[in-house]
């Protein structure tokens, strides 16, 4: 539970830095354009450099919480396969009238072709 909580502070507050930091951008874009009366040449170039901020501030913040998610997710124990009981097919083909016997899985047909589509090594 703890754990948890802690991984939502993460986001909650990562993503607050990150909508604050591209207000305070577009903030000061809108100010220097607005201090600028209107002048095309410069303001293109201010809100250009503003949109790189804003786009470079954003896809930082998602790349790193995804390779965070996905070293996290891989560090993680995985719940081991449950493993077959030595024995189990073989008693069950031993019952009478079940169906788990060896006609009841025919085994698959070798194809004249198969030799042919396995790679072939070279040495």
Do not use: C
Not at 2 to 19: C, F, I, K, M
Not at 52 to 72: E, H, M, P, Q
Not at 111 to 120: E, G, I, K, M, T
């Amino acid at each position: 539970m703890r754990e948890l909580d802690l991984e939502r502070y993460r986001a909650r507050y990562g993503l607050t830095a990150v909508v604050m930091s591209n207000l305070a951008i577009v903030g000061v874009a809108v100010f220097g354009v607005w201090q600028l009366h209107g002048n095309d040449a410069v303001s293109v170039g201010v809100l250009t450099a503003a949109f790189t901020a804003v786009s470079g501030t954003t896809t930082a913040y998602l790349g790193i919480k995804a390779v965070s998610n996905t070293a996290r997710a891989m560090a993680q124990p995985q719940a081991p396969a449950p493993a077959a009981v030595p024995g189990a097919a073989a008693a069950s083909e031993k019952v009478p009238g079940s169906a788990a016997t060896s006609a009841a899985v025919p085994a698959p047909a070798a194809s004249p072709d198969a030799a042919r589509q396995q790679p072939q090594l070279q040495e």
